[in-house]
Each structure stands twice: as structure tokens, then as C-alpha cells.
């Protein structure tokens, strides 16, 4: 009778800690059925016609416009010459416009999925689609860039931003197998973080066809840049001197090597007309196809 009486006594606080019990399983499913889903970054579509890369990246001298024979430095987190209310620092092997032309198709291939799932993609098709030779040569040259992107830390920080983004350009790239047999496909990973420099106008769309007809070097330096300003300002010669990363100190050398470059944008139907008066560089674009 004792141990029943016990028993008995014991039952509201038994009833209470039921009851607790309850509401926190309760409050837990409520907790779990209003969890926000993260959202999926992905980047913008956009047509095969063009390419589309953050107004910063075009607005710097990330990818310079040097000479191809001039040896690459080794940068560490360096300040990069940018012509924007900012500041670009970079890690890594110095890139160029041909890292650009990569960096352009691989962001292209990328915005059809979420950023950080892997991109496949043949040697064959990816230099086809940038006009590169179909060769050996041409395959080294493309893992050469990815191998260059891949080693990379990058920092942006601009005044829209109002904060910085620092993501590694590439954070994987495999092209052999465990046994170093080189991969039918290449697989590469875009930083997830790459959408935030997006935004959701950020960006500069650049006329694939056009790009591809110019010389790599300064041409396309200025094809990046004047596509970044709908309606181009005038520049001086120093400016495009700095943005571009060229090296040459003689002036006389300089307005040589604008000056053709903006010859070429005239032909292949970017720029209507060009003048230099002075130090200052006018253009006027031709209209968008």
C-alpha cells in the first residue's frame, strides 16, 4: 500500500514532465517545418552570343594586357591597379587577357547549374569555343590558365559592395585520374562566392564573336572596359596605361600600342570612331547587335 500510495503522489509531477516533454517536441517540429531553405546561388543566364564577367574584374589590371613573352611574376596579395572606387588584391600567378578568355568561357559553362557543383567539360569543345587550335599544344595551355586559377586568392572590395569578397578563383581542378591518366572531361569548381560580385546588375556583357577577332592583348583589355560604360567617358592615356598593366615607360610607345588597339575595335564593329586629343582618349561606341 506504501509503494502505491508513492506511486500516487508522484503522478503530477510524472503528468507535468509529460507535458514538457510535448511542447518541445512540438515546438521542435514547428522549428524544423519554418526552417528557411537555402537559397541556390547560381549566376544570371544569359545568351551564347555574349559572355558576362563583374564590372570590377573589367575595371582592373586583374587580367593585364602584357606581353605574352614577358616572364609571369608571382604575386603575393598585391594590390591590383584598379580604375573604380576600390581595391582588388591578388594571390597567385600574375593571370592575363588569355586567362581571361578562359575565365570568361568557364564562368559561361558554370551559370547553368549551382556554383560549387562541378563543371565537366571536353579540352576538344572548351578551346573549339574559345578559337583556340585544336592541339596539343593549345590543351596544355588551357590547364596551364587552370592551373594558374586554380592556386588563387582573390579579394574585392568596392564601394557597392560595402564589404569585401575574397574567394579562391577556382577551388578545384582535376584533369588526371589517381593512376595520372589524363580525363576524357575536366572537372572544374567556381567559387560559390563569384554571384555576389555579380549582384543583380553588376555586370558587363561582352560580345563573344568580337572578342574572339581581336588580338588577345590591349584590344581586348579595351573591349572589357569600354563594354563596362554604356556611354564610354574620356580616359586619359595613363589611365588605360594603368588598368591595362602595361609596362613600356616610353609614352610615345604607349599611344602606339592604344592607338592600334583601337583601330581594332573599329574593325570588328565595337567602337564607330576614336580620336586622342592631348592626353585623352574619346570613343564612341557603335550600337549594341
Known sequence: MKQL????????????????????????????STAVVPAVVQLPLWPDAVRRLPN?????????????????????????????EGRITYQGEELRQDDETVWLQLIHLAKEQPLGQVVE?????????????????????????????QSTALAVYSKRLKRGVSLSMLPAFEWQDEHKNTLKKYRVQVAPQLVELFGDVHYTQVEW?????????????????????????????????????????????????????????????????????????????????
Open 209 to 289: 564573336a568580337q572578342r574572339l577577332a581581336l588580338p588577345v592583348g590591349i584590344a581586348t583589355w579595351l573591349h572589357g572596359y569600354y563594354a563596362s560604360h554604356r556611354e564610354p567617358y574620356p580616359v586619359k592615356l595613363e589611365t588605360i596605361k594603368k588598368g591595362a598593366g602595361i609596362t613600356t615607360e616610353r609614352p610615345a610607345k604607349v599611344r602606339e600600342l592604344i592607338e592600334k588597339a583601337l583601330t581594332e575595335l573599329v574593325n570588328v564593329g565595337f567602337l564607330k570612331s576614336w580620336e586622342i586629343v592631348g592626353e585623352l582618349v574619346h570613343v564612341k561606341r557603335a550600337p549594341s547587335r
Open 121 to 149: 567539360f571536353t579540352p576538344y569543345s572548351f578551346c573549339k569555343a574559345i578559337d583556340w587550335p585544336i592541339c596539343k599544344g593549345s590543351y596544355e595551355r588551357l590547364r596551364e590558365c587552370l592551373d594558374r586559377m
Open 5 to 32: 500510495d508513492e506511486l500516487l503522489a508522484r503522478v503530477p509531477e510524472l503528468q507535468a514532465k509529460a507535458r514538457e516533454r510535448e511542447k518541445a517536441r512540438q515546438a521542435k517540429a514547428e522549428k524544423e
Open 56 to 84: 570590377e574584374l573589367l575595371r582592373s589590371a586583374l587580367f593585364n594586357a602584357r606581353n605574352r613573352k614577358q616572364p609571369r611574376a608571382y604575386l603575393k596579395k598585391t594590390d591590383i591597379a584598379v580604375l573604380f
